[in-house]
């Protein structure tokens, strides 16, 4: 599929985004400039724009924003350690990142010979020990951006066709990979990119409101930067 018709397939009815999710926003846009020269150490060791990181996860951080008073608890923290995935799969952190996406990540990363390059090794044994590390990881934010790094170089070196997108052709497809399975396949990953899951509810009720992911994505990262290249 052409560029311009994945631009075209994928475009939503116009929203202000910043306006629906006003306060929300504002304290999520604080904090990515708060955090801007961290991750510009972070990523840049990577080979990453910030610009790109941050408009993937910017959804995310509506999202925690929104739930920032009802986090998930120890004992379900608890559940996981005992039981895996099985046990309990929640979200973790501003990134709002689950085990579940660690897990698959950490295998995925541990096939490739980038792991030496940059000498991250995990442990991929099915026990309380290697879960209990992930979970401080996930409870780290510089932990966090790293995952997020390692999520970016694992999707550019499978799609290496991603590289030849418009910039809010990149982000609008590791935004949809981020926020779904980043496993499927490159035309699978953006059949999904209009698609609308996202809510900021904690328990979604027929009244709640849904809206794309990688639109919110794409519009922070306009926003912000315009249609310009990193």
Partial sequence: MPALAFALCTASVAQDYQAIFEKE????????????EIWEVVFSEFGLPVELAAAVVFPELLRYSALQNLMETVAIKALYLQGGTRGADFSIGRFQMKP????????????????????????????????????RRLDNPEWQCIYLALFLKLLYRRFPELAEETATGQVRFCATAYNGSFRDSYEEIRRRAGRR??????????????????????SYYKKTNGDRFW
């Fill in 25 to 36: 926003w504002i304290e999520a846009k604080k904090y990515t400039t708060r955090q801007k």
């Fill in 100 to 135: 579940s996406f660690a897990e698959a990540l950490e295998h995925d990363w541990m096939q490739i010979p980038l792991r030496h390059e940059y000498e991250i090794y995990f442990d991929l044994a099915d026990n309380v020990y290697a879960r209990r590390a992930r979970i």
């Fill in 197 to 218: 899951f996202y809510h900021t509810d904690f328990m979604p009720t027929a009244a709640t409101v849904y809206y794309s992911y990688s639109d919110i994505a794409v």
